[in-house]
């Protein structure tokens, strides 16, 4: 069986995470806290992401109007099926969590992929046509030489297949402290 699919690379800008911190309570729940920086390490603004929750809590927000449309317009284009309003506090807030969390896996990511050999493989399956629930981000290591369209190939889709009501995997591939992030969605098979 062959699988069509289309992959969009996923595009972040010149922002960057800083001072990343992952913390597992005592009930095994996990609270985030990140800083997104500008390109030239300007505090833009914290975020801080509950244990179970799906709300982020913002602060020290010094963006500029034309910093949040181009998050908008970055996100937009990573995500084509979403729509962001940026006349909503609330959802303002959590499209800036939510951008700053790909920003964080990503910079988790490179230091990681630093001190590994090997490739590490940090993705989640969704879906093009409604929001899914239940679905964790998920990890795994991979021996060097591996390329990312044999990650993608033979590895992602297989598991997305067997997931009916999913069609798409949003993934980010590390190796040696470079990460590259896709947008995967099934076209269909033959």
Not at 19 to 25: A, G, H
Request: glycine letters at 6%; aromatic letters at 12%; one cysteine or more.
């Amino acid at each position: 069986m062959k699988i069509k699919y289309l992959k969009r690379p996923q595009r972040y800008g010149d922002y960057q995470a800083s001072r990343v911190i992952w913390i597992t309570t005592l009930n095994d729940e996990l609270l985030v806290k990140f800083s997104i920086l500008d390109k030239d390490g300007n505090l833009l603004y914290k975020i801080t992401e509950p244990p179970e929750s799906e709300d982020f809590a913002l602060s020290d927000c010094v963006l500029s109007t034309e910093q949040l449309e181009e998050i908008k317009l970055l996100l937009g284009e990573n995500d084509p099926d979403f729509e962001w309003n940026l006349s909503d506090e609330e959802e303002v807030v959590f499209m800036l969590g939510f951008f700053g969390e790909s920003l964080a896996r990503r910079h988790w990511l490179a230091r990681d992929s630093k001190k590994d050999t090997g490739v590490i493989v940090d993705y989640i399956f969704d879906s093009s046509e409604k929001t899914s629930k239940g679905e964790f981000f998920q990890i795994d290591y991979f021996e060097k030489g591996i390329t990312e369209d044999e990650v993608i190939e033979n590895f992602l889709l297989p598991k997305l297949i067997e997931r009916e009501e999913l069609d798409t995997v949003m993934v980010n591939i590390a190796e040696a402290g470079v990460v590259n992030s896709y947008r995967v969605t099934i076209q269909g098979t033959e």
